[in-house]
């Protein structure tokens, strides 16, 4: 298992769901346990729901992030229980990490956060994704 961490989101992504897939878009799809704990929330589920290939984007989205290519890296899967935006405001470094979790996709239980970070974090997102990307990759 490899943990991705973004302030108070972890991501701890277990394995491919269907590794002898023979269609590729089955083959992407990984295990994933989410946990969020703030000071009035703690918030944790599972669930097949993180394409392999659209994490490897939003890897890449914040590294381009963090080297000023663009303002913005947004993950959004077609499963969209857990979507990500990060964002640069102002000229200091500082980044808005909007979050959208929704355990059970369709039920009326939905949570959204607005937290604050500082881009010298982007790093350790961009290496901890990588990380698990090849961890998943490992145990195909």
């Not at 972890?10 to 089955?26: C, G, Q, R, V, W």
């Amino acid at each position: 298992m490899a943990k991705i961490t973004i302030g108070q989101l972890t991501l701890n992504i277990h394995e491919f769901s269907y590794p002898k897939a023979s269609d590729p878009f089955d083959s992407d799809w990984l295990n994933v346990q989410v946990e969020c704990k703030t000071e009035f929330a703690d918030i944790s589920f599972s669930g097949v729901f993180l394409p392999y290939s659209q994490l490897a984007q939003f890897g890449h989205d914040v590294d381009r992030l963090y080297r000023s290519e663009t303002s913005v890296a947004i993950f959004e899967p077609l499963e969209p229980s857990v979507i990500i935006e990060l964002k640069k405001i102002g000229n200091l470094g500082g980044i808005v990490f909007s979050l959208e979790l929704e355990p059970v996709l369709g039920s009326a239980e939905r949570y959204v956060f607005e937290f604050q970070l500082d881009q010298s974090f982007l790093p350790e997102i961009v290496s901890s994704i990588k990380s698990a990307m090849a961890s998943a990759e490992a145990q195909e």
